[in-house]
């Protein structure tokens, strides 16, 4: 199984919008809603920002948000600040043919300018 | 306040094995499943494999499976990565992660800091 693709960079000015696009096939992020995002500041703890496509853990701000349509999920960061800074993943269950399955994608990384 | 924290990694030569553990603080243990995750120098995150609250089921994936072993033990509050036959394609910071569901949903609501393991003759 192939990681799922995601754009190796993206970056955005305080206060702006950024999306993050992870793009895998039917076998995984089309075929199912059990999507998660996590942020990684190098050096630290990956962070959960987004699970099940769209929803938010408690203490994560509501500036970011989740959503898919078809073999693509989307991670949206608005209001962008400083902190922001950092690589995301996406991760998508993965298990039609092996029980029990996951796939992260490449990750990108996230420069505020 | 959820702890995790990984130790056992280290310098290893390949074709060896090493076992990583993971002891966790601050939740019901036996109510989670676990999983590790890793990622090699200047890659992305990598999903290795994962077991079941209870221990009675275990995931790996493609790349680890049959040289990968995951246990935990409640009594520990501690879950394991047995990692046999290593390979140079193996060095990576290992990751463990809590799941917020009993059999693996694969949100990852917690992680520890990593270990280290480096495969080098």
């Known amino acids: 199984q192939s990681a799922l693709t995601q754009p190796r960079s993206v970056s955005g000015s305080p206060g702006q919008s950024v999306t993050i696009s992870c793009t895998g096939t039917t076998d995984d992020v089309g075929g199912y809603n059990y999507i998660s995002w996590y942020q990684h500041h190098p050096g630290k703890a990956p962070k959960l920002m987004i699970y099940d496509v769209s929803d938010r853990p408690s203490g994560v701000p509501d500036r970011f948000s989740g959503s898919k349509s078809d073999n693509t999920a989307s991670l949206t960061i608005s209001g962008l600040q400083a902190d922001d800074e950092a690589d995301y993943y996406c991760?998508?269950?993965?298990?039609?043919?092996?029980?029990?399955?996951?796939?992260f994608g490449g990750g990108t990384k996230l420069t505020v300018l | 306040q959820v702890h995790l924290v990984e130790s056992g990694g280290g310098v290893v030569q390949p074709g060896r094995s090493l076992r990583l553990s993971c002891t966790a603080s601050g939740f019901t243990f036996n109510s989670h499943a676990m999983h590790w995750v890793r990622q090699c120098p200047g890659k992305g995150l990598e999903w290795v494999g994962g077991i079941s609250y209870d221990g009675s089921n275990k995931f790996y994936s493609d790349s680890v499976e049959g040289r990968f072993i995951i246990s935990r033990d409640t009594s520990k509050r501690t879950v394991y990565l047995q990692v046999t036959s290593l390979r140079p394609d193996d060095t990576a910071v290992y990751y463990c992660?809590?799941?917020?569901?009993?059999?693996?949903?694969?949100?990852?609501?917690?992680w520890g800091q990593g270990t280290l393991v480096t495969v080098s003759s």
């Open positions: 992660a809590r799941d917020v569901d009993y059999y693996g949903s694969g949100t990852l609501s917690d």
């Open positions: 991760c998508s269950y993965a298990g039609k043919y092996t029980f029990r399955s996951w796939l």
